[in-house]
């Protein structure tokens, strides 16, 4: 079965730092680009960063950008995203996912995604 699994998040102080894993089983996330993304309740899912299918191109919004950081284990057929210097705001829950569009990622909405992980908590407490 094709599934993306999550880990890496939990409660963590103001300032902090966390590293988010996705596993990818039944298929090579070499050939999908990946995105990850944020929801909080009551709001809408936000983009965060992602990694582009091919070149391997990283894009990352622009409240994250110097503080998050994609990277790919192709050997473990995961990815991850560092979070440094967390802010409170910043508690949600976080999804990787998959798409294979072909598209440069930064022009996908959520719903090119073909595959979604589970979804993992981060609680950044003031």
């Known amino acids: 079965e094709v599934q993306l699994v999550e880990s890496g998040g939990g409660l963590v102080q103001a300032g902090g730092s966390l590293r988010l894993s996705c596993a990818a089983s039944?298929?090579?996330?070499?050939?999908?680009?990946i995105g990850w993304f944020r929801e909080a309740p009551g709001k809408q899912r936000e983009w965060v960063s992602c990694?582009?299918?091919?070149?391997?191109?990283?894009y990352y919004a622009d409240s994250v950008k110097g503080r998050f950081t994609p990277s790919t284990d192709n050997a473990k057929n995961t990815v991850y995203l560092q979070m440094n210097s967390l802010n409170p705001e910043e508690s949600a829950v976080y999804y990787c996912?998959?798409?294979?569009?072909?598209?440069?990622?930064?022009?996908?909405?959520?719903?090119?995604?073909?595959?979604w992980g589970q979804g993992t908590q981060v609680s950044v407490s003031s």
């Open positions: 996912a998959a798409s294979d569009y072909g598209k440069e990622c930064r022009v996908l909405s959520s719903h090119n995604y073909d595959y």
């Open positions: 039944g298929f090579s996330l070499d050939d999908y680009s």
């Open positions: 990694i582009s299918m091919g070149d391997s191109s990283t």
